[in-house]
């Protein structure tokens, strides 16, 4: 027998094997990556041993488990989040904003111990309290902190945060439950939020909300494109070793958690001050917020001799940092109309340094902020910087205030194109109805239509687009397409510069050709962006292309009843009457006809994602639950397959593919209606055949 014969027998792993494999494989990177900030591997390898997993767990759906890295992308919906009750309550901690109160803090501390303690000091993260609970290593719970006693179980949006083991490694006990804090760093914080403003949805006023809004979606493969993050501060549990707070994190550490940004033990108060100092100032520098520091006792003994209130536990405090305030004279308030016609009321305030930046202007959010912060002429605002970059302003120095001011009065109507304003239903903020003629308005949506992700014409931007819109030669989209190299030449616009010098600028040649290039250029761009372009209110980027493949015409989404639209994922009643509305006005009508004219894509391009098969053709699928590959990983291959996917169950449903938890709403619907469920492999074997 050749010497290597054996060697190969023995080395030809079964699928089960190379399951395992991959998956410590997989998580040893995940771990080097997120946990030790220490890739030892490129991007693309890594995506590559993560396909191969994806692609062995589908043909082998048996060999899926819990604790798969494939579960960070998400996938699973939840309807309703059920309640738990926690293992032990979830206190929270004594608030206090001065020195003279942790010097109180310290003094109760020593009184009650026999030997001073060690004080442990930590940030105090701005996000959401989070209990995990492992069984056997294995996240199985995911709760929020509610009421303290009971939470809602958000597990399949926790797995997707990648800093959360799913599997804990080394000598852990049974039954472990590890707390902490999911925050949002401000980078995925802003890229939300501009996000949402692209859509004409109100962005989220701090990284808190944030965290907390996407914690409660849905859809957790939402989620996993949040950027959420975990900050872990607890260690529980029966059989736990350590006899001390630092040393129960380092060992959280060891098992697979990160170890705390920053965490330190100090001797004595002035300890403690120092730490707050420091972190007080270097807070700025975090990419993620604080709203203080927490100081701990650190030995479990001297822990259960301080003792406990039945709301929090007397061995720890929170000292909250004093967000920067000042006070400044209130100049004026400008009336700002965006995109979608809303009117944002800006205040021009008398320039004045906070937390090292000179604030001169500051939001008044809507119209209902401004009544009820009750904001009259010639008064002084309190303006203040906290963790969130954004001066935000709180309230009105009444001190200052002079007598018989009036209130500031918000416009009747727009300040742009003079239309009386509107209330929208349900919401804070009024609006600009004359959406087609009001300059704000077109040069915002003329500015959308060009942006990368829409139509994406870079030889424009906003200033040219100012200048087209000035010369009278574009009002609307489609007035881009009938722009001639004649109108376009030596267009002028005059700039002023810093010293107020003034300049002409001219378009050239080679700028005219450029733009009329990029214009010709954009004809191609696939139709999923061009419904992203129009800037229908609500319809995003995701549900723009979810609206293409669904309907694969123009006409069709122009054509659909409300009914039909809502079956779309993503679309609910709002965002099916912002469609409706979209397509029942004659002027956008025409605009449409234009660019269908000018040549734009009006169909899906389906030689793109030309199906492998048509063994689902005609087929209308709702995909539910769990399943031992990506949610949406199954929903391409329901499209590949010539199938289309639909959100909710109706009569004209083909069958439900239903995974494993199922929402049992769905379930009786389907039955009731007697539309077949069929299972994961089920559906396997029909797209197989
Ligand atoms: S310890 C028994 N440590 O602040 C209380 N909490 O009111 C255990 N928080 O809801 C909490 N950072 O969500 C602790 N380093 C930290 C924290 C922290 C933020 C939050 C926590 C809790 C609230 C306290």
Known sequence: MPPNFRLMEEHTPTPQERVDRLIQEINRHNYQYYMLDNPTISDYDFDQLLQQLIDLEAAYPELRRPDSPTQRVGGEVTKHFESAAHLYPMQSLGNTYSAEDLTEFDRRVRELLATPPTYVCELKYDGVAISLIYENGTLVRAVTRGDGTRGDVVTANVRTIRTIPLKLQGDFPPLIEVRGEIIMPFSSFEQLNTEREEIGEAPFANPRNAASGSLKLQDSSEVAKRGLDFKLYFGLGEQLPANNHFDRLMKLHEWGFRKPDVMEKVADLQGVYDFLHTWDEKRKSLPYPIDGVVIKVNDFDQQRQVGATAKSPRWAIAYKFKADRVSTKLLSVDFQVGRTGIVTPVANLSPVSLAGTVVKRATLNNRDFMREMDIREGDSLFVEKGGEIIPKIVGVDLENRLPDAQRVPFVTHCPVCG????????????????????????????????????????????????????????????????????????????????????????????????????????????????VFALGIRFVGEVTAKKLARHFETMDAIANAPKEELMTVEDVGERVADSIIDYFNNTENLEILMRLREAGLQFELDKSQNQPVSQALAGKSIVVSGVFSIPRDTIKELVEKHGGKNVSSISKNTSFVLAGEKMGPEKRKKAEALGIPIVSEEEFMNMIQA
Request: proline share 4%.
């Open 419 to 530: 239309t009386p304003l509107q209330q929208a239903e349900g919401e804070a903020g009024v609006f600009c109805p004359n959406a087609d003629h009001c300059a704000p308005q077109i040069k915002g949506r003329l500015e959308h239509f060009i942006a990368r992700k829409a139509m994406n014409i870079d030889s424009l931007g906003e200033g040219k687009i100012d200048m087209l819109y000035a010369n009278g030669l574009v009002n609307n989209i489609a007035d881009l397409y009938s722009l001639t190299y004649e109108q376009l030449l030596g267009l002028e616009k005059v700039i002023e510069d810093a010293d107020g010098k003034t300049k002409t600028l001219s378009f050239r040649e080679k700028t005219v050709q450029n733009i009329l290039s990029g214009i010709e250029t954009s004809k191609q761009v696939p139709f999923e962006r061009v």
